[in-house]
Nanobody
Framework: QVQLVETGGGLVQAGGSLRLSCDAS????????MGWFRQAPGKERGFVAA????????AYADSVKGRFTISRDNAKNTVLLQMNRLKPDDTALYYC????????????????????WGQGTQVTVSS
């Protein structure tokens, strides 16, 4: 049973920072590629960032490049999303996602690439 729990969301002013954390339950966390997605009210869920099982490959949505950083700690079964210079457009429910890598060291940017999802954590950026 794979469980993903996101924490770290909250209310922040534009220009501020937040760090989201996703704690994963699987014993073989290092075999999973991980991603972050977000969904704003009235919009479809969209890709934010992804990281390969080794951490050696990452991918970012154009809208967050240079502001967000994804990382992982395989010893702690955790993936982090450091969000800097936040904008009101970053307001959304942020989801953590996981998929088995099957040996491929890829960072997947499609939501249909992922098998497991967390419940989400709300990020609200005020102007």
């Amino acid at each position: 049973q794979v469980q993903l729990v996101e924490t770290g969301g909250g209310l922040v002013q534009a220009g501020g920072s937040l760090r989201l954390s996703c704690d994963a339950s699987m014993r073989t966390f290092s075999r999973y590629s991980m991603g972050w997605f977000r969904q704003a009210p009235g919009k479809e869920r969209g890709f934010v960032a992804a990281i390969s099982w080794s951490g050696g490959r990452t991918a970012y949505a154009d809208s967050v490049k240079g502001r967000f950083t994804i990382s992982r700690d395989n010893a702690k079964n955790t993936v982090l999303l450091q969000m800097n210079r936040l904008k009101p457009d970053d307001t959304a429910l942020y989801y953590c996602a996981a998929r088995e890598s099957y040996g491929n060291d890829n960072a997947y940017d499609g939501q249909y690439d992922y098998y497991y999802w967390g419940q989400g954590t709300q990020v609200t950026v005020s102007s």
